[in-house]
T-cell receptor, first 114, second 112 residues
Framework: DTAVSQTPKYLVTQMGNDKSIKCEQN?????MYWYKQDSKKFLKIMFS???????INETVPNRFSPKSPDKAHLNLHINSLELGDSAVYFC?????????????FGNGTRLTVT | RKEVEQDPGPFNVPEGATVAFNCTYS??????FFWYRQDCRKEPKLLMS???SGNEDGRFTAQLNRASQYISLLIRDSKLSDSATYLC?????????????FGTGTRLTIIP
C-alpha cells in the first residue's frame, strides 16, 4: 500500500550510460515532482508536473527528461550520465487544493555514477 | 545570500532538554512555510506547517517572524526519536507557479 513508490532504490552505473527511474503514486494526486538531493543534503526541485503537463522546469541539463504517461506516473530518464549526477533522486506528489499542500515523497533512488 | 538558510549543526542535545533552531529566508514575498523532518537515508516528511500566529503540535512549536524573515522550531522534552535532520521549507510563487525551496537542514542528535 505504498503511496509514492520509486524504482530502483539503488542504481550504480558507469559514466556515459543512459538510465531511467520510475515513479508511481496511488494517492490520486494531480501534481508530481522530481527532487535531487546531493552529497551536501541540499534538496532541490528539478521538475514539476500537473496532470501530465510540465509546470516547473528548473535549470536542469537537457540530459534529464521527465515523462508523465498519466497523472499517476512520472518517470525520469537521464542520458549520458556524468559523475556529478550521483545523488539521491526523490519523486514526490501533492494533492490539489488551495495554498501549498504537503509533499509526499517516495523513498528515493540512490544513483551512483562511476 | 541563499534563499533559505539554516545552521547545519549538528546539535547534540541531552534527552529531555529543549532545543530550538531558526531558519532565515531571503524572499520577503514568500507566502508559506513548513518544517519537514528527514531521518537518515530516508525521505523527508512533513512535520508541521508554520502559521503567522505561531502554532503548536504536542512538543513542537513553530513560529514565523515576517519582519525579520525567519521561522523557528522549538522542541520541548526531547526524545531519542527526535534525532533527525529538520528541513526548513519556504514556498515562493514563481511566475504563477508555487515552488517549495528547501534549506539544507539542521541535524539534531538526542543523547541518552
Amino acid at each position: 500500500d505504498t503511496a509514492v513508490s520509486q524504482t530502483p532504490k539503488y542504481l550504480v552505473t558507469q559514466m556515459g550510460n543512459d538510465k531511467s527511474i520510475k515513479c508511481e503514486q496511488n494517492l490520486g494526486h494531480d501534481t508530481m515532482y522530481w527532487y535531487k538531493q546531493d552529497s551536501k543534503k541540499f534538496l532541490k526541485i528539478m521538475f514539476s508536473y500537473n496532470n501530465k503537463e510540465l509546470i516547473i522546469n528548473e535549470t536542469v541539463p537537457n540530459r534529464f527528461s521527465p515523462k508523465s504517461p498519466d497523472k499517476a506516473h512520472l518517470n525520469l530518464h537521464i542520458n549520458s550520465l556524468e559523475l556529478g549526477d550521483s545523488a539521491v533522486y526523490f519523486c514526490a506528489s501533492s494533492p490539489p487544493g488551495q495554498g501549498v499542500p504537503p509533499l509526499h515523497f517516495g523513498n528515493g533512488t540512490r544513483l551512483t555514477v562511476t | 545570500r541563499k534563499e533559505v538558510e539554516q545552521d547545519p549543526g549538528p546539535f547534540n542535545v541531552p534527552e529531555g532538554a529543549t532545543v530550538a533552531f531558526n531558519c532565515t529566508y531571503s524572499n520577503s514575498a514568500s507566502q508559506s512555510f513548513f518544517w519537514y523532518r528527514q531521518d537518515c537515508r530516508k525521505e523527508p516528511k512533513l512535520l508541521m506547517s508554520v502559521y503567522s500566529s505561531g502554532n503548536e503540535d504536542g512538543r513542537f512549536t513553530a513560529q514565523l517572524n515576517r519582519a525579520s524573515q525567519y521561522i523557528s522550531l522549538l522542541i520541548r522534552d526531547s526524545k531519542l526519536s527526535d534525532s533527525a535532520t529538520y528541513l526548513c521549507v519556504v514556498n515562493m510563487r514563481n511566475f504563477g507557479n508555487e515552488k517549495l525551496t528547501f534549506g539544507t537542514g539542521t541535524r539534531l542528535t538526542i543523547i541518552p
